[in-house]
């Protein structure tokens, strides 16, 4: 009865989330839905008869706090619209600060296709912070350098994406005829894949060539849409075989969020050498026996990944540390005006 749900990339793990008295139930089936895109009051979901608005009540406020693209819920029906009831306990949910916040970009991944051109924009640092995300929230990364066709040394690229230490990593270009071929292996049937990466390096043309969509791209050349975002929303959508596929738009700055295990995954040569250090509380600067610096010494890793390492290890903490104290302080607030709000009406 459930298999109608399977193409949308329901599993095991929500099933178990539903009572007996649920799965007994028939209308259950039609009240289950995954969420596709995110609106102020409420949220489109494609569910086993097609797509549906729900509606948020207040509980569910502000949306994008509760919800994410990708998410399962169910919904009772109201009206001609649904109405949500509750969400299910994701299988991850990717998360980075925004603005000081914690914010929720997508949930319910099988892979993160870090999307990245062979030009400019290349950027090992900021591959590093994407890759931490994928391995904090179990997420397959697949690393896409795109726009082969317009560089004139891809070496170079690929020697410095060999030292990411990445298991899956595809140049390619929309140009190139075939080159896209192996990027099938990961658009299985039920398994979502989300592309992230900065703005124009080419997300939404690969998903558009990929899948015969029609999403917008930046269509004038590059020099004058500097800064400028073309895809504005995250959106969710079922490609013919089955893979969900999530567009976002381009992030100028991936601002970890309590990500320290994902950052200890990406730098884990640097988190062994540490353990030979000669002193247990070695810092790592220029003491004698450190096995860091022995390592950067004979360069057998560089200076740049240290360093990174460091600096990831540094913002994340402090970025996680105030991402919380703004969350409680607005928690503090909203049950204060609450009160406020609730003793008015007892007044009137
Ligand atoms: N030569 C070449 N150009 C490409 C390739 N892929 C994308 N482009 C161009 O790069 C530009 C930006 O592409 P988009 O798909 O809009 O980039 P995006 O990553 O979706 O950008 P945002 O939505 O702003 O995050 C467009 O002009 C594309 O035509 C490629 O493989 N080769
Ligand atoms: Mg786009
Ligand atoms: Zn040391």
Known sequence: ??????????????????????ICAEETLERIFRITAIHRNRVEAMGAHGESSIICTAEFQPVSQHLAV??????????E????????????????????LPQVIAANLDYLWIVTSANDE?????????????????????????????????AHFLGQLDGLGAENVHPLSVNTPG???????????????????SSGVGKSTLINTLFHTALATREIREEDAHGKHTTTHRELFFCDNGAAIIDTPGMRELQLYD?????????????????????????????????????????????????????????????????EGAHVVKQYYRDYFKKVHSGNKDQW
């Open 259 to 323: 990500a320290e295990q994902g950052i200890e995954r990406v730098f884990h040569s640097i988190v062994e050498l540490s353990t030979q250090c000669r002193y247990n509380d070695c810092t790592h600067a220029d003491g004698p026996g450190c096995a860091i610096q022995a390592a950067i010494a004979e360069q057998r890793i560089s200076q740049a990944h240290f360093d990174n390492y460091r600096k990831l290890l540094k913002e994340e903490a402090s970025q996680t540390r105030r991402a």
């Open 122 to 154: 290349f950027n090992v640092k900021r591959l590093e912070r994407y890759l931490a995300l994928a391995y904090e929230f179990d997420i397959t990364p697949v690393v896409i350098l795109t726009k082969t066709d317009i560089c004139d040394d891809i």
């Open 81 to 100: 619209h649904h109405r949500l009831q509750r969400i299910f306990e994701p299988k991850n949910r990717v998360r980075r600060v925004s603005n000081g």
């Open 1 to 22: 009865m459930y298999s109608s749900l399977k193409k949308f990339g329901w599993s095991n793990i929500f099933f178990q989330q539903l009572s007996f008295d649920e």
């Open 70 to 79: 990708g998410d399962w819920v169910m919904a009772e029906p109201a009206n």
């Open 179 to 197: 080159s896209l071929d192996v990027l099938s292996a990961y658009m299985n049937e039920g398994s979502t894949i989300a592309l992230m990466g």
